[in-house]
């Protein structure tokens, strides 16, 4: 089955859109991402900077993009590498100038090693330059460089542009509208994660190591033809539950406790990010059904309130409320639930946010508040959805029954017309699925 990419015609649309809001007269400039060294001279898998994707698709490093609104030979020009066989015997081929506009759909390309001589006359007589100011110090530097060239060319009638804009505004803001060519990558990028964190509940077994479970998730991805995962998957066991970013993933499996497993791929620069939580040995206690109820619980009623005209903010606090509820109920905490959540104490337990936007980066870009006030949900926007309960191993406050267990459930959701669609729901999720599945693959292994 062929892979899901973006097609081409939405990356030409997406540079016509953010050429209609540039003003007029303006100039916008944008580099790939740097090649990031691991160690000595072994790279890192080269990954591109998703603002410099999501206009272009172009993958290779060593490239700028420049977009000249009216620009009488082609508003969307390429400084790229050239073709060398050479090199691409050691390194893969490159696109070309000739390729960046017969595969990239560039009105102009021209080698990244004439950039010095040619983009300062492109600048030259715009009022406004628009770039990714802050993001890159060293693309900082060469933009003023280019300027400077400009400015030291004024008394012979050479116009240096006015005003500098961050390109981040106009382009965040585009990014948070997910089209229907986005969600539908999206939606295989979660597909294949989903089947990863089932075959991962398959092979749980005591004796094994969190790592075995890391790989099982990463054949699958793979399988499933995403190059990387979209962050470093976390697979936390026991205590290890109760770190949230835990990274280590060495740790020995234990009958009777949690696995959390934390973990996506992405397709064609989108991520997925799925959380499950699961007994190693396929059977909950009932200290851990009794927490994993309340987590799922209040997965249940943020999906309730993920809609338009809603806003980014309703989907926590129906977490805490229900949360707080269930912690009152287990005894984990003592007092009226309203007083609780206005004092926050539901925090020893749930210290994180129910989710965040999701997209070409595992966390977002996009703003939360506009003007100061939560922001309204509209159809488009993707986002995660995950709460968590967490009670230390160290908690003395709780009976010694409840600590070390740690339960985040997490799935990725895109608003509609009326409210969301769930992509991640090919991972069981209810005790009842869990356990079933588990107790399958265990009479299947027998």
Known sequence: ????????????????????????????????????????????????????????????????????????????????????????????LRAGQDGAMREYGADDAFPITDI???????????????????????????????????????????????????????????????????????????????????????????????????????YEFRKGGAKMPAYGSIVASGRNACILHYQENDAPLKDGDLVLID??????????????????SGKFSPEQKAIYEVVLKSQEAAFAAIKPGNHWNQAHEATVRVITEGLVELGLLRGAVDELIAAEAYKAFYMHRAGHWLGMDVHDVGEYKVGGEWRVLEAGM?????????????????????????????????????GCEILTSDVPKTVAEIEALMAAARTQAA
């Open 1 to 92: 089955m062929p892979m899901i990419h973006i097609p081409k015609a939405e990356y030409v649309r997406r540079r016509k859109a953010l050429m209609e809001q540039m003003e007029p007269n303006s100039i916008a400039i944008l580099p790939a991402a740097a090649v990031a060294i691991r160690n000595r001279d072994v790279e890192h898998v080269y990954r591109q900077d998703s603002d410099f994707q999501y206009l272009s698709g172009f993958p290779e490093p060593e490239a700028v993009i420049v977009l000249i609104p009216g620009r009488e030979y082609g508003e969307y020009v390429l400084f790229c590498r050239e073709r060398n066989p050479e090199r691409e015997l050691w390194d893969g």
């Open 116 to 218: 010095d001589d040619i983009l300062p006359g492109l600048i030259e007589g715009r009022d406004r330059v628009y770039s990714s100011m802050g993001s890159n110090p060293e693309f900082d530097r060469h933009v003023m460089e280019w300027i400077n060239v400009i400015r030291s060319k004024a008394h012979l009638g050479a116009q240096p542009p006015k005003e500098f804009v961050a390109l981040d505004h106009l382009l965040h803001d585009m990014r948070l509208y997910k089209s229907a060519a986005e969600v539908k990558v999206m939606r295989e990028a979660a597909q294949i994660s989903a089947r990863a964190h089932v075959r991962a509940m398959q092979a749980s077994r005591a004796g094994l190591y969190e790592f075995s479970l890391e790989a099982e998730l990463d």
């Open 263 to 280: 973990a996506g791929c992405e397709i064609d620069c989108y991520a997925s990010d799925i959380t499950r939580t699961f007994p190693v």
């Open 382 to 418: 993707a986002l995660t959805v995950e709460p968590g309960i967490y009670v230390s191993p160290d908690n003395q406050t709780v009976a010694k029954k409840w600590r070390g267990i740690g339960v985040r459930i997490e799935d990725d959701v895109v608003v509609t017309k009326k």
